[in-house]
């Protein structure tokens, strides 16, 4: 079982083992997170976009989100 701590410094955890790798990154825990928060429910990639990357284009903001999702399936 994989855990999503969110309080004090966001983490992944397994077995009170910390995870650490490519799908601990800030913006990886955040999608995590955004996805916990509705359960059952769908958010849009144009949202996710909007709360993850506000900053990029959307080009780019979706190709991280391809990026972030493929990781965190690995």
Known sequence: MVYLRLLGSPSLES??????GRATQRHRIALLALLALVPGQRLSRDKLLAYLWPERNADSARNLLKVSTYVLRE
């Open 15 to 20: 077995d009170e083992v910390i995870l650490s």
